[in-house]
């Protein structure tokens, strides 16, 4: 090509001004995600070796990371941060259910025996808001802020009741059966707003039954799930026509008040 008519190309996406922010967020997150329960501290090694980065960059990210009161030098490496309580403290006040509903689920697994759950739907997904486990030693156990899937489950059979067919179909595509697990979905979803009520047993785990019913908000849309699980054994349906009357009680009280979640809304 003659000197004077070159094109200059202009920035990719991966080069544009903000795409390196973007990407250092991403990896902060990525070292914050590190510390678990299990692991409550990380060193520079560790980090290194379980994102890839190079020791200069993750240097420089951690410094960043302390220096915002996230992360906490300790002799044994880094340890989540006091500036991680103020949101914390926040994160708390805003997803808390509200007391009455903490109320019911407690006397549901009292009265019950199993382990009573709160769902509300994100995007393909539904997640664990709220739970009261059940004082047996055999129990179910999922805990807050766990994502599950929505293709089996009787939570998903009532929170998916007023999705558009747009949602079914992502929903169903996420599925070991892809799309033709529509069609079995629609089954359920209206087997369940007929019965007012839905079940599931050993859908998405062997030996786990559970029973749901809807949370509406003012509008009558669901907003919601209550639910009770445990072993399929003892889903007898003496007990789980029991669970249902309970559960229906509990979720009209849930809808007269008025449920208030972020993810709810």
Not at 22 to 44: F, G, H, N
Not at 145 to 165: C, N, T, Y
Not at 249 to 259: D, I, N, P, Q
Request: with cysteine.
């Amino acid at each position: 090509m003659a000197e004077g008519n070159s094109l200059t190309q202009g920035p990719t996406p991966a080069d544009a001004p903000d795409a390196g922010g973007v990407r250092s967020v991403q990896r902060a997150m990525e070292i914050m995600s590190l510390l678990t329960e299990s692991r409550p501290s990380v060193t520079i090694r560790e980090i290194v070796d379980s994102t890839g980065l190079a020791k200069t960059t993750v240097i420089r990210l951690v410094q960043t990371l302390e220096q915002n009161g996230l992360l906490w030098a300790t002799s044994h490496g880094y340890t989540a941060g006091p500036g991680l309580w103020r949101w914390a403290h926040l994160a708390n006040r805003s997803w808390e259910v509200p007391p009455e509903t903490r109320h019911l689920m407690r006397d549901l697994a009292a009265t019950h025996r199993e382990t009573v759950n709160l769902y509300v739907t994100r995007d393909i997904s539904r997640v664990c808001v709220a739970q009261e486990e059940s004082p047996q030693a055999l129990r179910h156990v999922v805990r807050v802020g766990d994502e599950l899937p929505m293709w089996a489950g009787a939570s998903s059979k009532v929170l998916l009741r007023d999705a558009p067919p747009a949602l079914l179909a992502r929903v169903a595509a996420s599925s070991p059966w892809g799309q033709s697990h529509v069609a079995t979905l629609r089954v359920w979803l209206d087997d369940a707003t007929a019965a007012g009520f839905a079940t599931s047993d050993g859908e998405r785990e062997s030996g786990l039954s559970a029973v749901a019913v809807a949370v509406t908000g003012r509008s009558g849309r669901v907003v919601a799930a209550l639910c009770l699980s445990g072993p399929t054994m003892r889903f007898t349906p003496e007990r789980v026509a029991e669970f249902v009357e309970s559960l229906k009680v509990a979720a009209a009280r849930m809808s007269e008040t008025g449920f208030d979640h972020p993810l709810a809304r």
